[in-house]
């Protein structure tokens, strides 16, 4: 068990091991008075993994409830969150109460955004149960929901007052899942340190989470609300996130991101912005966790989306930039040049 304490505006632990999720109550008794705790999370995490938890709240003294809904990104919007207010009022959860967000990135969203919101805010802990939000999603405190317009366009920054990382969940994760997961550790590597990339590919699921982690808690404390330098953790998300909803879900985040980031090194490169193009080194290594790396969508496509991009500010919007594999710097650029920015990447 490894534990890293990160000290945004709310000061919380990240406790990493193997099955340490039926230890969960008492973790949680170190940070919460007995209260009752509402589970969310979706269909298919409450079948493989409540009982468990719940079993080892119930044993340190926790009241407990749950709310259920479908998986999928295509719940991640404002009719589900509104169900699961409707039904946090409905067992009378209070504001000495709390939240368990078990699940994936969209329970962890959605459940994080509900936690933000609900009386003006309650605690609530997150559990990721999925290889992608164990190294990012789970902690740093972003929450959200989708719009029609685009993703996590609604959302807060509410940081956890604890996230428990087991990664016995990865045992039972598909490949496609845990290739998932592969594909947004890739963007540690290459923002970051670019020997992650070797221990990616050899699936060391532990170290690699751990290093992410710690690379993130970094980036948190430095700038917890992500108005500057933690905006590099947005490497491959303005194409990627425009890839995915343009493909109404059915191509998963990491592979979306996947194209974003060969798309992004490829305009940074060809728009000036840097001498070095990672493009064909981030291609070989996506092959060899069998993403393809083209892009079907058209510019105009990709650009209409990129228009509601979070970094943007004014006429202006973030861009990350690789200097070589495992280095990336900010560099604004004018929403007027983001079309021809979108096009060579896509060349």
Not at 172 to 194: P, T, Y
Not at 231 to 256: D, M, N, R, W
Request: glycine share 8%.
């Amino acid at each position: 068990m490894k534990k890293f304490t990160i000290s945004a505006s709310t000061a919380y632990d990240v406790i990493t091991g193997h099955d340490i999720i039926k230890d969960a109550g008492t973790y949680i008794r170190e940070v919460l008075e007995p209260c009752r705790l509402c589970i969310i999370t979706d269909s298919t995490v409450n079948n493989l993994y409540s009982q468990v938890l719940l079993t080892s709240l119930i044993e340190s003294g926790f009241q407990t409830s749950k709310i259920v809904f479908p998986p999928g990104e295509h719940s991640k919007n404002l009719t589900t969150y509104t169900n699961i207010l409707e039904a946090l009022a409905d067992e009378g959860i209070t504001r000495s109460d709390a939240i368990i967000a078990l699940g994936g990135g969209t329970v962890g969203d959605i459940a994080g955004f509900a936690a933000a919101t609900y009386m003006r805010g309650i605690k609530y802990i997150q559990i990721p149960t999925t290889y992608e939000a164990a190294i990012d999603a789970a902690y740093g405190g972003e929450t959200g929901l989708n719009l029609m317009s685009g993703k996590n366009l609604v959302g807060a920054f509410w940081q956890p007052s604890l996230v428990l990382c087991d990664y016995k969940y990865f045992e039972s994760l598909s490949e496609q899942r845990l290739k998932d997961g592969a594909a947004e550790a890739m963007k540690f590597a290459a923002i970051s340190e670019s020997s992650l990339a070797d221990h990616i590919l050899a699936e060391d699921y532990e170290y690699v989470m751990e290093r992410c982690i710690s690379i993130k808690k970094s980036l948190i404390e430095a700038d917890e609300r992500c108005y500057g330098l933690r905006q590099i953790l947005g490497f491959g998300h303005t194409i990627g996130h425009a890839v995915e909803k343009l493909s109404s879900y059915s191509l998963p985040h990491g592979h979306a991101v996947a194209i974003g980031m060969v798309a992004e090194s490829k305009a940074a490169f060809r728009t000036g912005l840097t001498g070095t193009d990672i493009s064909g080194e981030l291609s070989e290594i996506f092959n060899r966790l069998g993403f393809e790396t083209g892009c079907r969508y058209s510019p105009d496509e990709i650009y209409a989306l990129a228009l509601m991009d979070k970094k943007i500010y004014g006429d202006k919007i973030s861009v990350i930039v690789p200097e070589r594999f495992g280095k990336c710097s900010l560099h604004k650029i004018s929403i007027s040049s983001l079309k021809e920015y979108i096009r060579e990447g896509l060349k």
